[in-house]
């Protein structure tokens, strides 16, 4: 039976998928992008979904527009 991931796990995963754009505070990321790295057989969309929900309630990141978002100096430091 699958484990369901914490949402520290999924956080962790949305950060390491960051990498891969060389962010610095203030990059915009796509979120598909990122998104697409976690799934599918790894995540599901609605925890891919929480995660970027946690981290904008953490302000860790910040929406930049309907599709992309930055990592805030509290995010990049996470990194």
Not at 17 to 37: E, W
Not at 45 to 50: F, I, K, M, P, Y
Not at 52 to 66: Q, R, S, T, V
């Amino acid at each position: 039976m699958p484990t369901v991931p914490s949402i520290d796990e999924i956080v962790r995963a949305i950060l390491d998928a960051s990498r891969a754009y060389n962010p610095r505070p203030g990059t915009i990321i796509p979120r598909m992008g990122v998104a697409t790295k976690l799934m599918p057989g790894r995540y599901t969309a609605d925890e891919v979904n929480r995660g970027f929900a946690k981290m904008l309630a953490d302000e860790w990141i910040e929406l930049a527009g309907p599709t992309f978002f930055k990592l805030t100096d509290v995010g990049f430091a996470a990194l």
